[in-house]
């Protein structure tokens, strides 16, 4: 699995938020680290296409992303910060409603399989209002690892200390 940055570019209207970013990424893990404004949300948010560059390209296995589309997001996963899960769904409900949604290949073992991975196995019929916060993040890991990305983005809008 490769994934390459080649000279992506944006700029919003007079603001440039990435110049000329180049990178290849393999399999690992990597972190993007960096002050205010230096253009990682919108690196992170071109890379899970919810925004075109104004230049350059990101290939995935040597093909755009853009160009693979739904193909593309089948092997995404993607946590944001603040899911926006439905408050009365219990973490079961939300797990079969995603699952769903990624078109998962019998859904209930690998919703069960997650859920103990995680650790909610036994809070799985609660309500995810009534989650403390750690529980609703974890059920958010859960719902990103559902197809089993090669790619799992997790977006963070505030830096760790």
């Known amino acids: 699995m490769e994934l390459k940055y080649e000279n992506i570019t944006k700029n919003y209207r007079r603001k ?9 990424l393999n399999e690992g893990i990597y972190a ?12 992170m948010n071109i890379t ?16 755009d992303i853009f160009k693979l589309g739904g193909e593309y997001r089948n092997i995404l996963g993607y946590l944001p910060q603040d899911p926006g ?14 699952a769903e949604l990624k078109n998962v290949n019998s859904p209930q073992n690998r919703i069960d399989q997650l859920l103990e991975f995680v650790n909610l196995k ?6 995810y209002k009534e989650y403390s916060g750690g529980m609703k993040r974890r059920l ?3 719902v990103s690892l559902l197809n089993d990305p090669k790619i799992l983005r997790q977006y963070r809008t505030k830096l760790v200390d």
């Open 140 to 142: 958010g890991i859960a």
């Open 85 to 98: 899960f439905y408050p009365t769904f219990s973490g079961l409900q939300i797990m079969k409603y995603f």
């Open 48 to 63: 899970a296409t919810l925004l075109k560059p104004t230049a350059g390209s990101v290939l995935f296995d040597g093909t």
């Open 16 to 24: 440039i938020a990435l110049d000329n970013f180049n990178a290849t």
């Open 32 to 43: 993007l680290l960096g002050p205010n404004g230096a253009g990682k949300s919108t690196l």
């Open 122 to 127: 036994d809070d799985c019929n609660r309500k």
